[in-house]
């Protein structure tokens, strides 16, 4: 698509010019290529000799790698430093362990098929993946790929998985096969509404799961291979599942009423008499007759492009004028079979930085490649995309000007671009600059371009409109409210910093001691009167923080937003803390231990009895088993390489729910973790008061 293509081009030459942050990558762990067949295969693909020592200087060079052949590999070992591999296919090899690739975190596709690997553990840090083989091999557990947000194809057939419970996560997955296991419940990927294709065997599922397998089909989910021939319906991307395929009358789409009505959260009546459906929710009345080319609208006549229809014992009403009457855009975009219906909506960057209000229109798409677009949209042939670019990673005393005159300069060097306009706007009262571009290939323009950097407190943000339509202005009234509606969210640190940042240390401290006691903590000390707590608290200040070389409540030289937690830790009754180098291993009832402590600063939520720990392997899986309120319960941790696998906080979050209370977690820059027990009301109240960034467990 020549709009992606642009959109690519665009970019470059501000990455190029340093004018946005490219990546880096940190040090890597030294290695050494100890399986030959592996060696082999890197100096196929690197073009090198025997001669040749397979060290950081070459493995860094290494982008993809296809291991094949009659030799069989049996260890990655030494591929640590291959920290730039993107593409890695080796399948039908020996491999058994891959823990020497749990830290290539630019992998985006990973095939490890046909190989005696019963762990995928390593792989759940590789937030980069998009493609990821595991079929046929001895994997019985995927639990530790929910976390792979990115992934849209995963070959998972012919293994030994019987839940499919950890991909209800992965709301990207396009492509999926699971034929080949003893799976019975499908309702996990119900709400992946990317979905559109489809590999499961039939026999093997529940009845529940064989109907939703055929509301996938009637709802454009191609299964087993056999091409989608229905018509797909999402709303705010969420597909809508019906029972019976949508319908062409007249060029007009008609879908069965009751599920888009209910999808769209309107109280249904139908008259059986008069064949008519009356729905309402709030603002909107509608009133449609089965075969009445008229309805109504808020009591006012609308014309109808094609009559609601009963065919075999189902209404079908027409998709566009009832989405258009609830108030959302209606678009149809043919090469994909499906029809949006979006309504006006605020939308956040992936980084959390930034919110805009954008319209129906405006369909998200994945971003193009190598972009580092945080949105990306598309309305017909016009795109709209955004980067951050914090002020930390910008050139140092860059000011706006000089930024628009580098990027200005850089898109004169290039004989594609032909700039047009430069002039400084207002976008929602910040400052800003507006660049408009034409793209031209073979002396012809293609496509025209508008670039607004808006300075924000403690970012630039860079919004594109990429224009290919011949008609502009309707499309740049559009931009301008975009652009009007930009609001600069400020992160936890930073909020903090602007609220404790000016407070001398020991005034930090003691602010902090002061709002914990008032909040129940330090229950030991509740005898104390206001001078004797000061007294105890600042003396403890005074031993630990005044005089030593580190005082995380001196904001002189950095701020630290994790300050509270240090005098939080002094309350060992209700905060757990640890540095993460607890030694978790087989024999050692890390878990147990654990239990036992978090039991104590449960606040009585959590009480556990008779816990026993026990390790399948080596490298787990783990099962910690105990008695809660007279049952029996289970937790699931995963090996994590001598360190806790937090993300039981998860499990025990769901036990512990009827008591009113959770665990919360929070982790500082030093690796160090702190666990609390609060209310979800005393949770929200750190979060909006302290700024504490508490790690949410999904």
């Not at 293509?5 to 004018?19: D, P, T």
């Not at 000799?49 to 296809?66: I, N």
């Not at 055929?214 to 191609?222: L, N, Y």
């Not at 030694?583 to 050692?588: F, L, N």
Request: aromatic residues 10%; glycine residues 6%; charged residues 25%.
């Amino acid at each position: 698509m020549k709009l992606k293509f642009l959109s690519v081009v665009l970019f470059s030459f501000f990455a190029v010019s340093g004018v946005l942050p490219t990546p880096s990558s940190a040090a890597a762990p030294q290695g050494k290529i100890e399986d030959p067949v592996l060696d082999k295969a890197i100096r196929a693909e690197l073009k090198l000799d025997d001669s040749a020592v397979l060290d950081e200087k070459y493995l860094k060079e290494l982008t993809s790698l296809y291991v094949h052949g009659e030799a069989k590999m049996k260890s990655l070992k030494g591929l640590e430093l291959a920290y730039n591999l993107k593409t890695l296919l080796i399948a039908g090899q020996e491999i058994s362990d891959l823990s020497p690739i749990s830290k290539l975190y630019k992998l985006s596709f990973l095939a490890v098929e046909k190989n005696p690997i019963t762990n995928v553990c390593p792989l759940a840090g590789l937030s980069e993946l998009e493609k990821l083989s595991i079929k046929n091999t001895q994997v019985e557990d995927i639990g530790c790929l929910s976390d792979l947000e990115k992934l849209t194809i995963l070959d998972a057939s012919d293994s030994s998985i019987g839940s499919i419970a950890p991909l209800a996560q992965l709301k990207e997955l396009k492509w999926l096969s699971i034929a080949g296991n003893p799976v019975q419940d499908l309702s996990p990927i119900s709400g992946i509404h990317a979905l559109t294709n489809l590999y499961v065997d039939r026999d093997s599922l529940g009845d529940a799961s064989k109907q939703l397998l055929e509301q996938f089909e009637r709802s454009g989910v191609a299964i087993n291979a056999a091409a989608a021939s229905s018509i797909t319906v999402k709303m705010n991307e969420d597909r809508i599942l019906f029972d019976h395929a949508p319908v062409i009358e007249n060029g007009t789409t008609l879908v069965q009423f009751r599920p888009l009505f209910e999808k769209l959260g309107f109280t249904i009546k139908w008259d059986g008499a008069t064949s008519t459906i009356q729905a309402s929710k709030q603002g909107v009345n509608l009133s449609l007759q089965v075969d009445s080319a008229q309805a109504s609208l808020n009591n006012k006549p609308k014309p109808l492009d094609a009559a609601p229809k009963n065919i075999d014992g189902s209404v079908f009403v027409p998709v566009r004028f009832v989405g258009e009457a609830s108030g959302y855009e209606v678009t149809w975009l043919a090469a994909a079979k499906t029809i949006y219906l979006m309504p006006e909506r605020e939308v956040v960057s992936s980084n959390g930085r930034l919110k805009l209000k954008v319209g129906g229109q405006w369909l998200p798409q994945t971003p193009p490649a190598n972009s580092k677009y945080e949105l990306f949209f598309t309305s017909g042939n016009n795109g709209l995309a955004t980067v951050t670019s914090p002020k930390w990673s910008v050139k140092e005393g860059l000011k706006l000007t000089d930024l628009t005159d580098l990027i200005k300069q850089e898109a004169e060097s290039k004989q594609m671009y032909k700039v047009v306009d430069v002039k400084p706007i207002k976008v929602n009262g910040l400052d800003a600059s507006q660049i408009t571009y034409t793209f031209s290939t073979d002396g012809k323009t293609s496509f025209t371009a508008i670039h607004t950097i808006v300075e924000g407190k403690y970012s630039y943000f860079h919004i594109f409109l990429f224009v290919g339509d011949v008609v502009l202005t309707e499309v740049s009234k559009a931009y301008d409210n975009i652009l009007q509606s930009l609001q600069e969210i400020k992160l936890p640190y930073e909020l903090s910093e602007e609220k404790f940042g000016a407070m001398k240390p020991s005034e930090r401290y003691m602010d902090a001691a002061h709002y914990y006691r008032n909040m129940g903590f330090f229950e030991k000390d509740k005898t104390l009167n206001d001078i004797q707590f000061d007294t105890k608290f600042g003396d403890a200040y005074r031993s630990n923080y005044a005089s030593a070389d580190w005082n995380p409540f001196d904001a002189s030289e950095y701020y630290d937003e994790y300050a509270d937690l240090y005098v939080l830790q002094k309350d060992e009754d209700r905060v757990w803390s640890d540095n993460s180098e607890t030694d978790v291993s087989k024999g050692k009832d890390a878990y147990k231990q654990l239990l036992e402590v978090w039991s104590r600063i449960s606040r009585g939520s959590f009480k556990p009895t008779d816990i026993r720990e026990t390790w399948e392997k080596e490298d787990g899986p783990i099962t910690v088993s105990f008695t809660l309120g007279g049952q029996k319960k289970e937790l699931h941790a995963d090996y994590v390489y001598g360190y806790f696998d937090l993300g039981i906080v998860k499990e025990l979050n769901a036990m512990i729910k009827p008591a009113g209370y959770e665990f919360a977690v929070v982790s500082n820059y030093d690796d160090e973790t702190f666990v609390m027990v609060l209310s979800a009301e005393e949770k929200k109240k750190l979060q909006e008061e302290r700024y504490l960034d508490f790690i949410t467990y999904e």
